[in-house]
């Protein structure tokens, strides 16, 4: 008996020993071995041994915050019957145990239990370092050299791809899931308990503020895939993982939407009715647009009910201009602003929803009558806070008050009351009821916690369901960080959203995130109105293609507006830039400006022609690489012999002030050289500075043709010659007049031409004249 007890206590030992060893973990393009003290100790590619892993560099498989240390490891005890790996914490005394499942594509690891799950209160999967530093794809967690990549996909919404930065667990650049490193990158993701109630720093700006618990939202279930494949697998492998793990996996006409064609194309934004639907419709069909998609459908945002002006049938009616839409094989989209509220919205008015967003709460230290503008307060933390506040808003139980400030000392009074803002009831309030601070933003909206967030994206969900609407853009996406919730409230959002709506919502954003990649079609933006199609965020657009690209999203350019003047060299430009990348763009276009536009047909007929010419493929790399370049201009054509790409050759001059002896001319001289065919003359003459005016300019070619332009022209104006008239744009590329021509404008030979130029400079302001003069060259025939 004693021999037997023996024996087994040494077979004990042993298994003990084995199992507190390397553990050896494999896929078929991926093998991962972990130390007995739970450090990752090589990531090598199986068909030639190579070792991706960056010696030297710490990389535990994962790590646990308690209170505010974390701790790695001191021992990893892998049972491979049940296929866990126990890591055990010394100075905590805590043990984690990690599910480990081994398939052919990825390994995925789960946190499934913390013996004292109350003590950690934040998990970290990684950092894991790697050697590869030649492509780093932020976002999607993906790094590769070329021939070989590494990735990390987070498995759920409490996993957050990223580094942990801040206790609300928000990742405020543009994504870290992969950073590059010294050494090459380093992969790592995080959860958080949010099971307690908590008070932190929200959003950079609200400080100490209380943040509910999410209950039983714990670190347990933290769960990520780690891959490795050859770079040209890695979008298929990163499908085959949505499908194995349950993540979303959207389809577009039964194929993936990453690898589908419609994922990425142009679309129109525009402000569609009831009454125009059928015009609007059959511009987008001109220019193959993929979607017609509502600025602002609605008359507020939290319920989300249609603006009866533009559909006085409701939800029935908006379901009209999406069956007319898909007769079109068009589709319909709308815009909102994620969980901002209106101030009209039912949540807001006339009685306040308990759930909107408060960065924190007093108490009342006095009773106050209805009609009281001093409302006495405990504390002014949170109402002294007014700097992010443009609304001044305080809930106090049905009613929100709007206040100038809080009284720099005691007792604290929040002064100059405005009673029952937004239709809310003014009314008594009792000593001890609660005053809380309400989180809002410049266009007049209100916020949400995490409950009436997911109950707004239920609301959404809905509303697309009913209507069939099967577009939309996560806009204000970083709205959802008024829960406190960090990252995780984001994913939330958007993954309620697309739970609930059953049918494909094709959808973007201009904030990316690393779970929301998977659900996400684009990444797109705004707001163009500053500017002309050059101007208008024009480094930005081209910045973010490399950006796209190494996160494997499909190239888009933001959006451009279409005006009642936008030329067919504006559009032009645009599709060339379109063109070079593969592109997609919004093209706000609103029905008056369409219909004032003399040259609409003609400028949706060019954004086809050139989308169907790139969608084709047409282009040599050495002309890809030139239509990138946005101080190169392209003409298009085809016709039964093929494709015609005319490149645009010009010439750039500058006359600035000179001081001279007086008499002498101050004129500038230049010449130039036509080498194509006799042309109209085309030339743009830009006054360029911040601010101040040049007056009575005037130009000359080729000592016979004298054009004179009295009066002034502000810095940032444009003189726009095409051949024929001669028009003024102001600093935002918006059309001011067109100049009366006493006679025609020349032709421009072939041959050597002189030109001079001259104004004056009445200010004392250091303003310049930028001359270009642009000529077509003879075309670069495509015959595929």
Request: with cysteine; proline share 4%; net charge neutral.
């Amino acid at each position: 008996m004693k021999k037997a007890i023996l024996i087994t206590f040494t077979l004990l030992i042993h298994f003990f020993n084995i199992s507190a060893q390397q553990i050896n973990l494999k896929t078929d393009d991926l093998n991962l071995s972990v130390s007995s003290s739970g450090q990752i100790t090589a990531m090598s590619n199986p068909k030639t041994g190579k070792n991706y892993l960056a010696i030297g560099e710490k990389a535990p498989l994962l790590k646990i915050r308690t209170a505010d240390e974390w701790e790695e490891p001191a021992q990893a005890v892998f049972n491979s019957k049940s296929g866990t790996i126990t890591l055990n914490f010394a100075n905590s005394k805590v043990s984690a145990e990690v599910k480990v499942t081994q398939k052919k594509t990825h390994l995925v690891f789960e946190l499934i239990r913390l013996n004292a799950k109350d003590k950690v209160n934040a998990v970290n999967w990684g950092s894991y370092p790697t050697i590869i530093g030649q492509t780093i794809g932020e976002v999607v967690g993906v790094v590769r050299d070329g021939d070989y990549a590494i990735g990390l996909q987070s498995l759920n919404v409490k996993t957050l791809g990223g580094v942990l930065s801040n206790a609300e667990g928000a990742d405020y650049s543009r994504g870290s899931v992969a950073i590059s490193q010294p050494y090459g990158s380093s992969l790592q993701a995080f959860s958080l308990d949010r099971s307690k109630d908590r008070k932190i720093t929200v959003w950079n700006q609200y400080p100490n503020m209380p943040v509910d618990a999410i209950p039983n939202e714990t670190t347990i279930g933290s769960k990520i895939a780690l891959f490795g494949c050859s770079e040209k697998q890695v979008l298929s492998r990163i499908g085959v993982i949505e499908l194995a793990e349950g993540l979303p996996h959207p389809l577009i006409n039964g194929v993936w939407h990453k690898q589908s064609p419609e994922t990425g194309r142009a679309y129109m934004i525009t402000d569609f009715d009831e009454s125009n639907i059928d015009t609007l419709l059959n511009y987008a069909k001109q220019a193959e647009l993929m979607s017609v998609y509502h600025e602002s459908p609605f008359q507020s945002w939290g319920h989300f009910v249609l603006n009866s002006t533009s559909f006085p049938n409701g939800n029935a009616g908006m379901k009209v201009c999406v069956d007319k839409a898909t007769k079109k094989g068009i589709r319909i989209g709308v815009h909102t602003l994620s969980n901002f509220i209106n101030t009209n919205d039912p949540y807001v008015t006339p009685i306040p929803d308990k759930r909107l967003g408060l960065t924190g709460s007093s108490t009342l230290t006095e009773n106050v009558t209805s009609s009281a503008t001093e409302i006495t307060v405990e504390s002014d933390e949170y109402f002294k806070n007014i700097k992010p506040s443009t609304l001044h808003a305080v809930q106090i139980g049905e009613e929100i008050i709007r206040f100038r400030q809080v009284s720099s000392e005691r007792p604290f009074k929040l002064l100059d009351c405005q009673r029952g803002a937004y239709g809310t009831k003014a009314s008594a309030h009792a000593k001890g009821d609660a005053a809380g601070m309400m989180m809002d933003y410049p266009y007049n909206t209100l916020f949400t916690n995490f409950n009436l967030q997911q109950e707004i994206a239920g609301n959404l969900g809905h509303f697309f369901t009913e209507t069939g609407v099967s577009q939309m853009d996560f806009d204000g996406h970083e709205g959802c960080l008024s829960s406190g919730e960090g990252d995780y409230g984001m994913q939330a959002f958007a993954e309620k959203v697309f739970k609930d709506t059953k049918h494909t919502l094709v959808n973007g954003t201009s904030r990316s995130s690393h779970y929301y990649w998977h659900i996400c079609h684009y990444w797109n933006w705004g707001e163009p109105w500053y500017g002309g199609f050059r101007e208008s965020q024009g480094d930005y657009r081209l910045e973010n293609q490399p950006f796209l690209e190494r996160n494997y999203m499909p190239n888009m350019l933001g959006w451009f507006l279409l005006s009642s003047t936008t030329t067919v060299e504006d559009i032009e430009w645009m599709m060339a830039r379109a063109a070079g990348y593969n592109a997609g763009f919004a093209l706000v276009a609103r029905y008056k400006n369409l219909q004032k536009n003399p040259n609409t047909s003609q400028l949706l007929g060019l954004i086809k022609l050139w989308q169907e010419a790139y969608k084709k493929k047409i282009f040599s790399a050495d002309q890809l690489t030139r239509l990138k370049n946005p101080e190169n201009d392209f003409h298009l054509e085809q016709n039964n012999q093929g494709w015609k790409l005319y490149p645009f050759k010009k010439f750039k001059f500058e006359h600035a002030k000179q001081v001279l002896q007086p008499g002498q001319p101050t004129f500038s001289e230049w010449q130039f050289v036509n080498n194509n065919a006799e042309q109209p003359l085309n030339f743009t003459l830009t006054i360029m500075g911040k601010e101040g005016v040049i007056s009575n300019p005037w130009i000359e070619l080729d000592g016979y043709y004298k054009l004179e332009l009295p009066g002034e022209y502000e810095a940032g104006n444009s003189i726009v010659c095409n051949g024929t008239t001669i028009k003024i744009y102001n600093s935002k590329g918006g059309f001011k007049k067109e100049v009366a021509l006493k006679q025609a404008i020349p032709t421009l030979k072939a041959g050597k031409h002189t030109v001079k130029f001259d104004c004056e400079f009445p200010d004392e302001n250091e303003l310049s004249n930028r001359f270009i003069v642009k000529t077509i060259s003879s075309p670069e025939i495509i015959t595929k």
